[in-house]
């Protein structure tokens, strides 16, 4: 995978993603929109290193990309669901996810109130600015984001705008559990700088 795709997580927000994970212990983790497997690469990487244990990839589309990555960097077990969010995270446990597929109001509604249903230790999301910065279709992310501080999460935002990258789409990390919240903190002190 070389161009970085308009629909990809930016290398710094995967590479965040990817640092704490490794710095915690994830049983099961969910992965919303994969396309082809850039942000999936942060997953893979912390079941590597025995740091999360179980994946759930929810991909309705599954591109050639993300299924050869799948086989590639066969790590530990990974599921590859192909449904929408709606259809699986009804029941569902998890105690990490990354929401990153229908960026719709109506996706956010629905996903954010199963997600927010349980306890979970860590909930990312992208593309929390792109409505504020005008891009269509993207209303969902900055509805979730509210109703994660509503439920008192302590959320963690990086949408600066930098020359050659797009995170001024917004990239955020939530929890409520103290640990947590503290590998948050220095992962985006040495990830999310200006
Ligand atoms: C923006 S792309 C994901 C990009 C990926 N996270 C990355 O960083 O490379 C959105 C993906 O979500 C998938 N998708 C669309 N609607 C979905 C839904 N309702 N549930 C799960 N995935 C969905 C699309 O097929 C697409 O692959």
Redesign the pocket.
Known sequence: MTDR?????DRR??DLLGDVLGNLHIDRAV??????????MAFLNAMSARAVEYLQI??????PE?VALLEEHNYGPVDLLT??????LPGAKFDAI?V????SLR?GVV?SAYVLREPRKLVAL??TNSDAIGIPGCRGPAYFKYKLIEAGYVVFEDCAKRPGERTERGFLLASKDDHVIDIVRRAFVRHAKP
Do not use: C, K, Q, Y
């Open positions: 795709h308009e629909w990809e997580m927000h995967v992965e919303i929109g994969s396309f082809r497997g850039a942000s999936t929810v991909e309705p589309n599954p591109t993300l449904v929408e969010s709606a259809s699986f990354l990153d597929g229908d960026h996706a996903e992208h593309d």
